[in-house]
T-cell receptor, first 115, second 109 residues
């Protein structure tokens, strides 16, 4: 069974640009959560989608957005990039909504560098 | 979700049991204790979780005190591959999973 797939694995952007990251969950999983990981702040929750609906949202500015498609694949977008957005962005899937279970399956992450 | 407290780092000799403590003194009755680990440059990996009773699976054992204010994750025979950051999370099944700073476990030969 394939795991959670995130693309791209690495990318470099400049300030002011926007970026879209993609996540394909484990087959059959309907929930996708996104996390940002930085050395200073650790793992921080961005948002969770379940059946194409945003179920939970973390404390991030509106520049961070996401969506989920009918096949459960998810994308997150960051607009007007800032240097502080440099981070590892992790996607996690679960069979049920994260509100029901804390057992998440994480991908390898997309490492974003903003110059 | 309740706040958890873990030591920032620990060492363990290869082949010995690694006992990772976690304090969650403000945990509420409906919050589960979850453990994850993150090996360098990889995504976190689920290990085990429990509510009141001790739990064991192929990876580890989870011992929760009777008052539920603390718990211990036990890796019975640590190997070099167990070197990772271990996160203890008190999770309300109605809320989002919140990771703290974790314990950096170094397994040494």
């Amino acid at each position: 069974k394939a795991g959670v797939t995130q693309t791209p694995r690495y990318l470099i952007k400049t300030r002011g640009q926007q970026v879209t990251l993609s996540c394909s969950p484990i087959s059959g999983h309907r929930s996708v959560s996104w996390y940002q990981q930085t050395p200073g702040q650790g793992l921080q929750f961005l948002f969770e989608y379940f059946s194409e609906t945003q179920r939970n949202k973390g404390n991030f500015p509106g520049r961070f957005s996401g969506r989920q498609f009918s096949n459960s694949r998810s994308e997150m977008n960051v607009s007007t990039l800032e240097l502080g957005d440099s981070a590892l962005y992790l996607c996690a899937s679960s069979l049920l909504s994260g509100e029901s279970t804390g057992e998440l399956f994480f991908g390898e992450g997309s490492r974003l560098t903003v110059l | 979700d309740a706040k958890t407290t873990q030591p920032p780092s620990m060492d363990c000799a290869e082949g010995r049991a690694a006992n990772l403590p976690c304090n969650h003194s403000t945990i509420s009755g409906n919050e589960y204790v979850y453990w994850y680990r993150q090996i360098h440059s990889q995504g976190p990996q689920y290990i085990i979780h429990g509510l009141k009773n001790n739990e064991t699976n192929e990876m580890a054992s989870l011992i929760i005190t009777e008052d539920r204010k603390s718990s211990t994750l036990i890796l019975p025979h640590a190997t070099l591959r167990d070197t990772a950051v271990y996160y203890c999370i008190a999770h309300n099944q109605g809320g989002k999973l919140i990771f703290g700073q974790g314990t950096e476990l170094s397994v040494k030969p």
